[in-house]
């Protein structure tokens, strides 16, 4: 990697790149082999951020053995040692933020060798990252389960595994039909509506939409609850039809944009960001136009929507597969990773939910891997797993 991209990636990271920069560095990464490199130097921009501040300091450099002894202590009944995995990371990652730092990255070609030791006790069980996976509900009540590798194909629609394609068919028969897909704890699934919208799901999550939607009316679907990334086919593409988006207590109205709602079942707040364009979100008694980069945060008890500024990457990274924690309480990450990774999240003390943490990564990461990073960075001391439940202490 050149010295001019890591510049790049740092003025992204810092926000002080113009439009240039980040045009060059959007080219870059279109390349399947650069984009790796990418992300991997996000991850570590943000893993060791707060090391790098206070890594001089004794009572980091403890921490940093006392982990180091833990993990061996842990692991010390295991047929092949993940200490060295471990301790090799922490190490590499506090190197090339310190050597980035200083600007030894004088070559054209700098590299670093990677090694992975993966370790499995027998009979243990393993728990593994989310993937593409669904349940389709036809209007007739059948069920169709969808998953990675497996090929799906009716009248009305296909599916690879990995996305879900209705075909824009003028038969008006299929006009008042609805279908439900619904995607379970560990799950994740895009769907492309009959007028060309693409819709991306996210764990947990349940969408309903007509199969085929009626020529000259508002095109409306319901999110009945979880998250979803919406790409919306422009409104001059269908006489002018409008799109709506309907969620418990709210409304959105657009007429191609994108956007990003998170109304997940059992929290209190509904959550409406815009990338592009520009929509209304009406509740009960209130209303509110957004702007690219605004984000509506609809109160389910108080009925009251208030809007803000944030910063829409960290809202939308999850459909690029990748999950951004920006100074996120750990309550707010343990509902992520039970999402994805189908586990139980506890906590062994409940001062520990409001404790804050900043972190970026690939949402493949072993979930041991995320656990660990968080220890590393002192938001907590130490996680237990028994089974698929996991405590944090």
């Known amino acids: 990697m050149s010295k001019k991209m890591q510049k790049r990636m740092a003025l992204y990271l810092t926000k002080e790149g113009s439009a240039l920069d980040l045009d060059l560095l959007s080219q870059w990464v279109e390349d399947t082999e650069n984009r790796t490199e990418f992300l991997e130097y996000i991850k570590i921009n943000y893993a060791v951020g707060s090391i790098m501040n206070e890594f001089g300091k004794e009572d980091s450099k403890k921490k940093l053995l006392d982990y180091i002894e833990r993990d061996k202590k842990k692991n010390s009944n295991k047929k092949v040692f993940s200490l060295t995995k471990y301790a090799a990371t922490v190490l590499l990652l506090i190197g090339l933020a310190y050597c980035y730092k200083k600007g030894y990255f004088d070559g054209e070609n700098d590299s670093v060798d990677r090694m992975e030791v993966v370790s499995e ?14 349940v389709l509900t036809l209007g007739n009540g059948s069920v169709i389960h969808l998953e990675k590798g497996k090929e799906v194909q009716t009248a009305h629609l296909r599916s690879n595994g990995e996305q879900l394609v209705y075909n824009r068919s003028k ?15 560990g799950g994740q699934f ?15 999550s349940q969408l309903k939409y007509p199969v085929e939607f009626p020529k000259g009316e508002a095109r409306e679907v319901e999110l009945v609850y979880g998250e979803a990334y919406f790409d ?99 309550k707010d990450i343990a509902q992520v990773i039970s999402r994805w990774y189908d586990v139980d999240v506890l906590f062994a003390d409940p001062v520990l939910e409001n404790a804050k943490f900043n972190g970026v990564f690939r949402k493949d990461e072993p979930l041991d891997e995320i656990l660990e990073s968080i220890v590393i960075t002192k938001s907590i001391k130490a996680y237990d797993v028994a089974g698929r439940r996991i405590t944090i202490k």
């Not at 006790?121 to 669904?134: L, Q, Y």
């Not at 709506?244 to 994108?258: A, F, H, M, P, R």
């Not at 509740?283 to 136009?289: E, L």
């Open 121 to 134: 006790t027998p009979g243990e069980e393993v728990i593994r990252a989310g993937s593409d996976k669904a």
């Open 232 to 330: 919306v086919s422009p409104s001059t593409e269908h006489q002018g039809a409008i799109f709506k988006v309907i969620n418990q207590s709210q409304e959105i109205e657009v007429l191609g944009t994108e956007f990003n709602l998170k109304a997940y079942k059992g929290e209190e707040n509904v959550c409406t960001t815009l990338v592009e364009g520009e929509v209304v979100v009406r509740a009960t008694d209130a209303q509110s136009i957004l702007e690219p980069g605004q984000q509506s945060v609809l109160n389910l008890d108080k009925g009251t929507i208030t809007k803000r500024a944030v910063a829409v990457d960290n809202e939308i990274l999850w459909v690029k597969g990748i999950f951004s924690f920006h100074n996120m309480p750990l």
């Open 171 to 185: 038969n008006s028969e299929s006009y008042g039909l609805y279908n439900y897909l619904t995607i379970p704890r």
């Open 190 to 204: 895009q769907i492309k509506l009959a007028d060309g919208s693409l819709v991306w799901l996210n764990s947990e």
